[in-house]
C-alpha cells in the first residue's frame, strides 16, 4: 500500500503529465499561427515550460528526501505549483484557449 507522501507525489506527477500535454497543444498551435502570434505563443511556452521545470525539481527533490524534509519541501511544492496554475490560466486566458 502506498503512503501518503507517495500518493501525494503520484498525484503531483500525473497532474504535471496534463500539464505537458497542453503546453504540446499550444506547440502544435503555435507552429501553424501567423508570426507575430507565433511569437506571443512562444513566450508565453518557454514561460509555462520554466514554471513546469520547477515544479518537476522540486516533487524530485520530495521523491529524494527523508521524512524530516517532507512538509517543508511539501510547502515549497505547493508555492510553486500554484505559480505554475497561475501561469497556465493566465496564458490560456490570454490566448484565449
Not at 36 to 63: A, S
Not at 71 to 83: F, N, P
Request: cysteine-free; overall charge positive; aromatic content about 8%.
Amino acid at each position: 500500500m502506498m503512503s501518503e507522501r507517495e500518493v501525494y507525489i503520484e498525484k503531483m506527477a500525473a497532474k504535471l503529465k496534463e500539464w505537458d500535454a497542453k503546453i504540446e497543444k499550444l506547440e502544435a498551435k503555435a507552429r501553424n499561427a501567423q508570426a507575430d502570434v507565433k511569437k506571443e505563443y512562444d513566450e508565453q511556452i518557454r514561460e509555462m515550460k520554466t514554471q513546469r521545470e520547477k515544479v518537476q525539481n522540486k516533487i524530485h527533490k520530495l521523491r529524494e528526501s527523508g521524512d524530516d524534509a517532507w512538509d517543508e519541501l511539501k510547502a515549497g511544492l505547493e508555492k510553486s505549483w500554484k505559480t505554475l496554475g497561475d501561469t497556465f490560466d493566465r496564458v490560456f486566458k490570454r490566448l484565449k484557449q
